[in-house]
């Protein structure tokens, strides 16, 4: 009879959770962030985003691609754009609904949010908990679904005898796969030789799809777990990466800016992990969300030392590019929507700007007075944030270390391998 009701319970939320977000999608307006906007700011160019002209802030006239690079570069992003319009359907979000464990979820949530509430009264009256009930949400989301819900494959198992398989290259699609939204399959063949069995893994790229295969590798996992946090009302944005990477971005109306997930790594706000975590040197991180796009590598690459050179278009060109997506985006939105977001967006750019200048400053503090006597740059002092990244490193699943490049080069098998497939 208890366990009726608590299915009854669980029933009666997700219709209301499922409503919500209908009458979110139809009057188009996202889910309630009050937006950090002063109105009494300049409306202001956004910057360029390469290092050296962001800190010396020059301003970006910006001009449409011209030459074949940087128009390959163009639909390109606007390809990826359209990945987080696809989660913007009523009957996918409804049945993502249908596979999350609400009650776990929420339970999880509750705890963690109450334990954030203790400590801030611990530090103080007035003091803010580090995070709100919905990042909590989140949280909780990722925890579940990197334990217990999505599984990384690099070579598929043999159906047959379960032996470990060996890559054989790439098969034809079949019609059925097709269907179902796969853009490639990969062929295994049963490592063992009187088995022979061949073992085909489709890529697919459809987050329904996804829902029951709940399996792949980093185009799979960032895909499915952004659709999820969308499922469960949050704003989302989907991350591209030039090198072979993809991840989520969740907006937190608690902290009022959007915060770093990485779904395969169970991490949550370590932008920080790609270039000092993992030594990786990055060029473009791209967000994509339903209503923007945002050039967000400042949030990841906060020094010089992890910037890889930016070829693929001129800055003023890839200026020009984001505020075309941007606009095709929000073409059907009310003036104030409109107006809302741009107020986000010059707030998150002052954001990342704020985190160009704190390194530049960290940089100058950092060196021994000794040094510039002599004219040296120093024997560093660790740089805390970038030991907190490290640790990340630690967390990771144990197979994604192994095949994990750091130090540039790529490794047989590993994530970076391949493309991230969308
Ligand atoms: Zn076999």
Redesign the pocket.
Known sequence: MDEQKARELTDRFRQVLSTKRMNELSSRSRSASPAPFNAALPPTNAPPPSYSSSIRNIPLVPRPPSDARSMRFKNMLLSLSNMPVKWENPGLLDEALRVIPLDQIYGEAEEESQIFKAEAESLGAGKKPAWGYQDCVIRALLRWFKRSFFTWVNNPA?H??G?PTIAVGLAAVLPDEQARGASQVELYR?S?DQ?G?YERFPRYNDAFVLLQTRKGRVGEWANCFSMLCRAMGSRVRWVWNSEDHVWTEVYSSHRRRWVHVDACEESWDKPRLYTEGWGKKLAYCIAFSADGAMDVTRRYVRTARFAAERKRAHESELLYIMNEIRASRRSKLTKNDKFRLEGEDMAEDRELRRYVAQQVAYEICKLNPEDILRGGSGSARPDPEAQKAAEGRQNGSAEWIRSRSESGRRFQNGPHDQPPRR
């Open positions: 043999c047959t005898c032996s049963c063992l088995c069995t």
